[in-house]
């Protein structure tokens, strides 16, 4: 025999054993073998898929987050404007009020200031006509202690009075 060269026999057994172990491989292992591949492929595509959704949340969260930064930021924009509304406000009244709080002192300046110039003037006034008095009372005295000047002043007051 040739060992190079196998014989029908040893093809036959050969083929019916190759034969058998495929049916034996088919009912015991091809089976599990196909069933863990399929159940290692449906976890492979669940995984896909849940890091799919977890992408997409990620995604969403972070649309929401810009949206609550923008949100925020406006509001604080907002707030800010507002602050400085209040701000120009109050200085302009409290201007405002300063401005009232000045007229009114001056025009009590003012008041006061005119209240004094009358009260000086008649002070004045009194000083200016009791020194006209007493003038008028020491011409007098000296013209009305001679009787001639008397009957001179008489006679020229009863001329004006007989003139007007």
Same mark, same amino acid.
């Given at each position: ?50 890091a799919d959704k977890a992408r997409q949340e ?7 987050? =810009? %949206?609550? *930064? #923008? @949100?925020?930021?406006?509001?604080? +924009?907002?707030?800010? /404007?507002?602050?400085?509304?209040m701000k120009n406000n109050v200085i302009s ?28 003037i008649t002070d004045l006034k009194n000083q ?8 008028? =009372? %020491?011409? *007098? #005295? @000296?013209?009305?202690?001679?009787? +001639?000047?008397?009957? /001179? ?12």
């Amino acid at each position: 025999m040739d060992l190079v060269t196998p014989g029908l026999g040893l093809v036959v057994w050969t083929g019916i054993t190759f034969i058998i172990l495929l049916i034996i491989l088919r009912k015991f292992a091809w089976k599990p073998i196909l069933g863990a591949v399929g159940e290692r492929e449906d976890s492979i595509k669940n995984a896909l898929l849940e890091a799919d959704k977890a992408r997409q949340e990620m995604e969403n969260l972070k649309s929401d987050n =810009e %949206k609550i *930064l #923008k @949100e925020a930021r406006a509001e604080r +924009d907002a707030m800010l /404007k507002e602050a400085r509304e209040m701000k120009n406000n109050v200085i302009s009244e409290a201007k405002d009020e300063a401005k009232a709080q000045a007229n009114k002192i001056i025009e009590q300046a003012k008041t006061s200031i005119q209240n004094e110039k009358l009260a000086a003037i008649t002070d004045l006034k009194n000083q200016v006509a009791d020194l006209s008095i007493g003038i008028a =009372e %020491k011409v *007098l #005295k @000296e013209q009305l202690s001679n009787k +001639d000047k008397q009957e /001179k002043l008489v006679e020229s007051m009863l001329n004006d009075v007989k003139l007007n």
